[in-house]
């Protein structure tokens, strides 16, 4: 990576995520960026913990496998209430 300052459609393409999903993180100030006026760039070092701190290695091994659920969950199942009585609307007729 080069030592100049990206802006949010850069580092989208960098990291591979979508540009709202940038632009969401910085509202929520979830992100480290800089402003320049009114626009928001990212330094090189800005990059670099973002990377560390929202992506994480894939796992590999037996922990990589997750079983799929064959039944549905256990416990009381609470079905739905049924419909109430129909309400017959008045129609308006044409005078």
């Not at 030592?3 to 949010?8: A, D, T, V």
């Not at 632009?23 to 760039?41: F, I, Q």
């Not at 701190?53 to 590999?60: E, N």
């Amino acid at each position: 990576m080069t030592g100049r300052l990206l802006n949010i459609a850069e580092l989208a393409e960098h990291l591979g995520v979508p540009r709202s999903w940038v632009r969401d993180k910085v509202t929520e100030h979830a992100l480290p960026h800089r402003r320049v006026g009114r626009h928001v760039r990212f330094a090189p070092e800005d990059v670099a913990a973002i990377e560390t701190s929202f992506f994480q290695p894939a796992l590999t091994g037996p922990l990589a496998v997750t079983p799929l659920r064959t039944h549905p969950p256990s416990g009381p199942s609470n079905p739905p209430p049924p419909p109430g009585p129909r309400v017959p609307t008045r129609r308006r007729t044409a005078a």
